[in-house]
């Protein structure tokens, strides 16, 4: 069973910080994206332009199935919780919600290819956040602010860990 999840909008860095927290506890990261891209052989922009979110959605609920089998730390995409099964099997483990501002998000995905936050990344990360909140907070056991450093944010999640487990 993976050993811990990380949640939040795309931006916020969940991918970043799971590599860092696995490279400390010796373990491996897994992020939902790449096994998407792994599992289909397509990027993730061109799934959800070409083939809908909803159909993406599942595919991405079945990497979310493999990826908590591992002792492993987990990074999802950003709307990892839209499903009500993902929601599920996300409440059962140990999941945090990264989050930080939303202009640092804007700052942070500048000239990548995020489908979902289109021409006004601002304005869809305040739809998103309105839309997903909720959700975050049903399935996390902890919200981590993710606008320091790399290793100050590490440093607050295994803080965090040790509160919540013991």
Not at 31 to 40: G, N, R
Not at 82 to 91: H, K, Q
Not at 110 to 122: E, H, I, W
């Amino acid at each position: 069973m993976a050993r811990l999840v990380l949640v939040g909008l795309p931006g916020t860095g969940k991918t970043t910080l799971a590599r860092e927290l696995a490279q400390r506890w010796h373990i491996e990261a897994v992020d939902t994206d790449e096994l998407l891209v792994a599992t289909t052989g397509r990027a993730v922009a061109d799934l959800l332009r070409e083939d809908g979110e909803a159909t993406f959605r599942r595919l991405e609920a079945n990497v979310l199935d493999d990826a908590l089998r591992d002792d492993v730390v987990v990074s999802t995409g950003g709307g990892i919780v839209v499903l009500p099964e993902s929601r599920d099997e996300l409440a059962k483990v140990t999941t945090l919600w990264i989050d930080c501002d939303d202009d640092i998000i804007v700052e942070r995905v500048r000239g990548g290819d995020r489908p979902l936050l289109g021409d006004d990344p601002l304005e869809a990360l305040g739809q998103l956040r309105a839309a997903r909140t909720t959700w975050y907070e049903q399935v996390s056991r902890a919200r981590i602010e993710s606008s320091g450093s790399l290793e100050e944010v590490a440093d607050h999640v295994e803080k965090e860990l040790m509160r919540i487990t013991s």
